[in-house]
């Protein structure tokens, strides 16, 4: 494993690339991006975003694709993970001031990084359950 992998600048710099890669990935599906990086103490939303008029609150897990093709980055998606994430959401419709009634859901985008190609290639999973 190269060193820079367990380097706080790098793994920053990857989850940026990678959270813009997902951007472009989920624009060209018919996505409308309404924020990015929407921060509270408590907790953060990649992104969030706009799609047949549900709101889309999307964690961005991205890995260099060397790193192993077996891990599954969208597993740290875990329920402690999902508890803040609904927290940070709760916030950001209050926020926002976003109807009650509209509808809401949790997406997950894996993304893995091919810098050597300067390629993407990605794993949606979409409406997590809490």
């Known amino acids: 494993m190269d060193k820079t992998t367990n380097d706080p600048k ?25 924020d990015r990086n929407y921060s509270k103490k408590w907790g ?3 992104i969030v975003a706009e799609k047949d008029k549900i709101f889309r609150f999307i964690e961005v897990k991205s890995i260099v694709s060397y790193e192993t093709n077996r891990y599954r980055p969208e597993e740290n998606v875990h329920y402690q993970k999902l508890k803040r994430l609904s927290r940070v959401i709760q916030t950001y419709l209050l926020d926002k001031k976003v109807s009650y009634e509209t509808e809401w859901q949790i ?9 050597e190609n300067k390629k993407a290639k990605f794993r949606f999973t979409e409406n997590i359950i809490i």
């Open 44 to 46: 953060e939303i990649d």
């Open 107 to 115: 997406d997950v985008l894996a993304v893995f990084l091919d810098l």
């Open 10 to 34: 790098h793994k920053k710099k990857i989850g940026a690339l990678g959270e813009n890669m997902a951007c472009r990935f989920l624009v060209k599906r018919g996505f409308r991006i309404l």
